[in-house]
C-alpha cells in the first residue's frame, strides 16, 4: 500500500496564461492498495464511478502505455484542495494515477514522460508540472512533451487564498474569453510574464503587483466571481498582488504583510475560506506504507 501526497496549484498568477504556476501547501493525500475490483473511499458521489474517476482513468492509461497487466486499487481520498475552486484538484487526481501506476509496474518514468501522459488528460501544462515537482513553473508545451524551468522564490512573500463558496468549471470558464486578441494585449501579458519569475525570486511587491496585470483572461472571468474585482482593488491599493487562481473561483493574494488580507476579510462572506499558504516546493510524494 502506498500514500501519494500532491500540493495545491494556482496557475496564470496573472499575465503567465496556461504557462506559469506556482504550488502551495495545500494537499490531496490518496492511498492505493491493490483489489480485486475497483473501489473509492471518500469521493464525491460524482466521482465514485471507474467512467467518472480520473486518478483510475490515469492509472489504466499509464499501465496501457508501460505495456503492463492492468490492476484494480481501492483508492482513499483525504481532501483539503476543493473542486472547481481553480486549485489544481484534478492535476492532483491525474498526477496521483500516474505516479500510482508507475510505483506498482516498477517503471520509474522520468518526469518529462510523467508529464507527456499526464497532458493526454490536461492539455495545458501550468497546473500540472508545479503539481509535480512543486515551487513556481514555468512550462512550455512543445511539439512533443513539456519543457519546463522551475524557480527558487522570495521567502518573504504570503501567499493567500481567497476561496468562494461556489464553484466556477474549467468549462464555463473557458467560454468566457474571446477567440481574438489585440496583438497589444498580447504584447501587454508577454512584456509581464517574461519578469515575473524575476520578481518572485528578488520579493519586489511594489513590481509584483504591476507585473501580475493581466488583458487576456482576467477581464472576461473575474466579472464571473462575486467581489473578484473590488477585492483586487484592494490588494492594490494595499500594496498587494491579486490574481485568479486558474479559472477561478478562487483568488491569490500575495503581500508582504497580512494587513491587507485583515481588510479583504471585512469585506467578504463569512462562508468563504481565506488560508496563507506557504510555496511547496517539492511537488508530489510518494511513501510507502
Known sequence: M????????????????????????????FTFEKSSSWEFINFDEKYSYFENNLIAQAIVRTFEILKVKELS????????????R?????????????????????????????????????NHPDNITPALVG???TATKLEKGVFYKKYEINDDLKYTVIIPNFE????????????EYKTADVVYNTSRVINLPHVLQNGDISILKELTFDKMHEPYRLPLIEMANEIKNIAYENNASCTLSGSGSTLLVISKNLDVIDIIKKKIDSSWIVKTLKVDNIGARVIEL
Open 2 to 29: 502506498i500514500k501519494i501526497l500532491i500540493p495545491a496549484t494556482s496557475a496564470n498568477l496573472g499575465p503567465g496564461f496556461d504557462c506559469l504556476g506556482i504550488a502551495l501547501e495545500m494537499y490531496n493525500e
Open 73 to 84: 486499487f481501492k483508492i482513499k481520498i483525504k481532501s483539503d484542495i476543493p473542486d472547481s
Open 135 to 137: 515551487g513556481l513553473v
Open 86 to 122: 481553480g486549485l489544481g484538484s484534478s492535476a492532483t487526481c491525474i498526477i496521483a494515477g500516474i505516479l500510482a501506476a508507475d510505483y506498482y509496474a516498477n517503471s520509474k518514468l522520468s518526469i518529462s514522460r510523467i508529464l507527456d501522459i499526464a497532458l493526454e488528460f490536461e
Open 168 to 179: 466556477i468549471s474549467t468549462e464555463v470558464s473557458r467560454k468566457a474569453l474571446p477567440k
